[in-house]
């Protein structure tokens, strides 16, 4: 082997200054989902090249600046694997790009994506962005969180969380649906949400496998949501 290898603390405190948020725990779930691919010692640690560190990097960055999920950025790293470009100014591999400020998205939106639970790096989202990035005017984001939908922090920035929810909202309206309609989409998340922290304290799993198991758990409250609706549907 030629060239730096690195511990995977070694990485965590390279990025850190970028990406402070990062822990070795997400570099270990990132490494599950095939993302990166560490060397092994004989010992079982992991090594990181420089070229898997820079991997790492563009992972987190498109999670943070770009809202890519996991399978979006999966499907760039194979294109970037077999010598193809990725245009990272272009909608996400997969995915269409959000519709024009003002305007609401078709009833053709976009399809589920592979979502990941895991904890997202830290993103701050001013209200303009919020609103051009789902597509929607400033008067609809007020309606939107007066329903308990979105919420501001202290200094009146949004999360990608936020960015999500209105981007959904969104569509909805495009069908004639208000956030007034929604408000039992929040209700059903908190009390899933609180099913999932429950289970986990009662369950009290090692450090290192919480957040393995918080993924699995809110993952299946997807599912079942899913699954009954599509019975209910036919």
């Given at each position: 082997?030629t060239g ?5 603390g070694?990485v965590?405190?390279?990025l850190s ?6 822990t070795i ?13 560490p060397e092994?010692t004989?010992a ?12 790492l990097?563009f ?9 890519w ?5 999966a ?12 245009d990272l ?6 995915r269409?790009?959000?519709?024009p ?15 990941d ?12 962005e ?16 007066s329903?308990?939908l ?6 009146g ?7 999500d ?6 569509t909805?309206?495009?069908f004639?649906?208000e ?6 989409f ?6 899933e ?5 429950q ?7 090692a ?6 198991m ?6 299946a409250?997807?599912a ?6 599509r019975?209910?549907?036919?």
């Amino acid at each position: 082997m030629t060239g730096a290898r690195h511990t995977i603390g070694q990485v965590v405190r390279e990025l850190s200054a970028d990406f402070p948020d990062l822990t070795i725990s997400k570099v270990r779930f990132l490494e599950g989902k095939g993302l990166i691919t560490p060397e092994r010692t004989p010992a079982g640690y992991r090594l990181f090249s420089d070229d898997q560190v820079e991997r790492l990097r563009f992972v987190l960055t498109s999670q943070r600046d770009r809202f890519w999920p996991l399978k979006v950025i999966a499907d760039a790293l194979d294109q970037m694997d077999r010598g193809l470009s990725v245009d990272l100014d272009a909608p996400a591999p997969g995915r269409p790009a959000p519709p024009p400020a003002g305007a609401l998205p078709g009833a053709t939106g976009p399809a589920v994506q592979a979502v990941d639970f895991s904890s997202r790096e830290a993103v701050r989202v001013s209200r303009s962005e919020l609103c051009r990035s789902a597509g929607i005017e400033p008067s609809q984001l007020d309606d939107i969180a007066s329903f308990g939908l979105v919420h501001a922090d202290r200094e009146g920035w949004y999360s990608s969380h936020d960015v999500d929810i209105a981007r959904a909202v969104a569509t909805f309206a495009s069908f004639g649906l208000e956030p007034r309609h929604l408000r039992m989409f929040r209700l059903a998340a908190d009390r899933e949400a609180a099913l999932v922290q429950q289970t986990l304290t009662a369950s009290r799993p090692a450090p290192d496998e919480r957040e393995g198991m918080r993924n699995e758990l809110a993952a299946a409250c997807l599912a079942l949501h899913v699954a009954l609706v599509r019975a209910e549907l036919g």
